[in-house]
């Protein structure tokens, strides 16, 4: 029984969107509600009563404080305390990091996420990792704005490898920043959520903000600045050393990317998956993974991804077996082709990858 008929209805929403939002927590649930007026039943799946009781109490109590609520709330809330039982939704979904005068603060809507934002406080160098919609360049791009404003950096720097036009950028026509808008607009779209359009122009004039693709930061040295690469699985090993090195005191960097949606040609490795593996283990930098569990789109999105993420493993696994095959090696029978470096060749690539731009 929930005494507040309108904190109840911020949560399931209108009279039309309940029955979405309720087919959605059955789906995901195995639970059914009965909504009349305040009073909530619960059907079906003892094991999830837990799970529904819980969420709809802490959303509740979100709805009672006067936060806004979001048509997706109620299934991220489901994914936030089936990862975490002992989670308090109030700890993730009211950590605001700008707040807005819409009321529509910008604030984590996931576990994933909030670990992203808590690294993005603690650590100099973070790097996010996960497929596309997930929110790693929006909340990467409102943690640079935060820490400007809070005058812990003075500028902003957002950067991106232009691997479309082959970052031969001086053929192209128009000033530099007209030449690389087009693949800096994610960036952009961030900034103009976030700052008023005519502030973000001011601020890219004095310099503030500066967006560059990634082949103009060679021989700088980045001192009190929130570096962000964007789409970085399209650099190389040589490149994303390079920007890495260019990190100054007082700087912060968060490099994104989804190793998924690789556009480097023929067989260039991506830097990004080397600079994870070959940097994990530094105190100060953090590693933040996001699953379709945290896409932010529309639901379809995820769908769409898992779909992609099964039909890589297929055709993996379709490979694998023609390739175990063609060496001889039955389905139960390992290949009696001799591995003769036990590892060390693809660590002596690996060093060679960081050492290669002195």
């Known amino acids: 029984m929930f005494n507040d008929q309108r904190a109840l209805q911020l949560v399931l929403g209108s009279p039309s969107e309940s029955k979405r939002v309720v087919a959605e927590l059955e789906r995901a649930t195995g639970v059914a509600l009965h909504v009349r007026g ?3 039943t619960l059907a079906g799946d003892p094991d999830g009563f837990d799970l529904v009781s819980r969420l709809l109490e802490q959303m509740f109590s979100l709805a009672r404080a006067g936060r806004p609520m979001l ?3 109620v299934a991220r809330g489901i994914e936030i305390l089936r990862q975490d039982p002992n989670a308090v939704l109030t700890g993730v979904y009211d950590d605001v990091i700008i707040a807005k005068s819409s009321g529509k603060n910008i604030a984590p809507r996931s576990l994933a996420q909030k670990r992203y934002v808590d690294a993005m406080r603690r650590n100099n160098l973070v790097f996010g990792v996960g497929p596309a919609g997930t929110g790693k360049t929006f909340l990467a791009v409102a943690m640079a704005v935060r820490r400007l404003q ?3 950096v003075r500028r902003i720097i957002l950067s991106r490898p232009a691997v479309e036009a082959g970052e031969n950028l001086g053929f192209l026509p128009g000033t530099l920043e007209e030449k690389v808008s087009p693949y800096m607009r994610p960036l952009y779209d961030g900034l103009y959520d976030m700052l008023d359009g005519p502030k973000v122009q001011r601020m890219m004039e004095q310099g503030v903000i500066e967006v560059a693709p990634l082949a103009y930061m060679r021989g700088r040295t980045l001192n009190d600045a929130f570096v962000i690469l964007d789409e970085a699985q399209n650099t190389t090993r040589e490149q994303m050393k390079m920007l890495l090195t260019r990190i ?3 700087t912060f960097t968060v490099v994104t990317g989804d190793p998924s949606q690789r556009d480097l040609e023929g067989r260039e490795r991506s830097g990004l998956n080397h600079a994870i593996r070959v940097l994990s283990g530094i105190s100060s930098v953090s590693v933040c ?3 379709p569990n945290d ?4 639901p379809l999105v995820q769908d769409i991804v898992r779909a992609y993420e099964a039909d890589t493993r297929e ?3 379709r490979r694998d077996g023609r390739r175990g095959h063609a060496n001889g090696a039955g389905p139960n029978q390992p290949s009696s082709q001799p591995n003769n470096n036990n590892g060390q ?3 002596a690539s690996s060093d060679a990858g960081l050492d290669g731009d002195k």
């Not at 896409?295 to 529309?298: A, E, L, P, S």
């Open 295 to 298: 896409v932010m789109r529309h």
């Open 345 to 347: 060749g693809e660590q």
């Open 248 to 250: 100054g005191v007082g």
């Open 38 to 40: 305040t009073e909530v």
């Open 150 to 152: 809070d005058k812990q």
């Open 289 to 291: 993974p996001f699953s």
């Open 315 to 317: 055709r993996a696994e």
């Open 71 to 73: 048509p997706t709330d």
